[in-house]
């Protein structure tokens, strides 16, 4: 690996951002006309869509579950997402990882119970990437979530906070995912407060573990606004269509 840049100049990082700070998030729900439901991500460079089918009959019907719906996820990046190989051969580990990570994060906020035989299946296509796509991911599929009508007891969104020497920042873009010395994503169902995903890269002190939870929390307050205004829009611009005819 090259040499470690300096990654936090005057408090502020390569971005110009303080420890605390989110990069620019904008989501937008309703994005593919034949999914159930599905958003569309920015977050940073990061560019992702995530799409949601069903519930629909489980097949192959050995998978089905006569007691509630199954969740099937696919996170995929696209072969010209980044500048490593993707796509070439199938999912690989680390696809695989977090596609079940992320099937982990719904299984625990949709009324499975609800749909007994059937499957719900996610989603989500990385079309560019710069760090942190787990996190933009599961939050963009829990819009599609919402927006297709599947019933859910919270609306989770992720993001990830590490540590760069001793600094515990927000949100590590793919520069300081390389060279970071922990990186911690976390998903939130906030209503339940609850978490759903916790992974670690790397170590963090009790006290920067902490750190990192509240200011994952507190940014978490910001993307679920966002979410929100992403599924009320649709309907927005469909009132002000009838209010004006
Ligand atoms: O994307 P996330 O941070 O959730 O996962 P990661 O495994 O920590 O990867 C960090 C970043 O490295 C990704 O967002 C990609 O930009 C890049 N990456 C890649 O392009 N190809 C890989 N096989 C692994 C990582």
Same mark, same amino acid.
């Given at each position: 690996m090259a040499e470690k840049p300096e990654l936090i100049i005057n408090g502020k990082r390569n971005d110009g951002r303080s420890s605390g700070d989110l990069r620019p998030i904008k989501i937008e729900s309703n994005?593919?006309?034949?999914?159930?439901g599905s958003a569309y991500i920015e977050w940073g460079k990061n560019k992702i869509i995530a799409a949601v089918y069903g *519930?629909?009959?489980?097949?192959?019907?050995?998978?089905?579950d006569p007691e509630k719906a199954v969740i099937k996820c696919r996170y995929s990046m696209a072969p010209?997402?980044?500048?490593e190989e993707h796509g070439r051969s199938g999912p690989n580990r680390r696809a695989i990882e977090i596609s079940k990570v992320t099937k982990e994060v719904f299984e625990n906020v949709v009324?499975?119970?609800?749909? *007994?035989?059937s499957e719900i299946n996610i989603y989500i296509e990385v079309l560019q990437s710069d760090g942190g796509t787990r996190a933009a991911g599961i939050t963009a599929a829990a819009v599609a979530m919402a927006s297709s009508g599947i019933p859910m007891t919270d609306l989770p969104y992720a993001v990830s906070a590490g540590k760069v020497g001793t600094e515990v920042i927000l949100d590590l873009d793919k520069l300081e995912d390389n060279y970071s010395d922990a990186d911690m994503p976390m998903a939130i169902a906030p209503i339940q407060n609850k978490i759903l995903l916790l992974q670690m890269d790397g170590t963090l002190s009790r006290e920067e573990i902490k750190r990192a939870v509240s200011m994952i929390l507190k940014a978490g307050e910001a993307i679920s606004k966002l979410q929100i205004a992403a599924l009320k829009k649709p309907y927005e611009e469909i009132s002000e269509r009838y209010a004006k005819e």
């Open positions: 994005v593919i006309k034949n999914a159930s *519930p629909r009959e489980a097949l192959p019907k050995h998978t089905a010209f997402s980044s500048l009324m499975l119970q609800d749909f *007994p035989g």
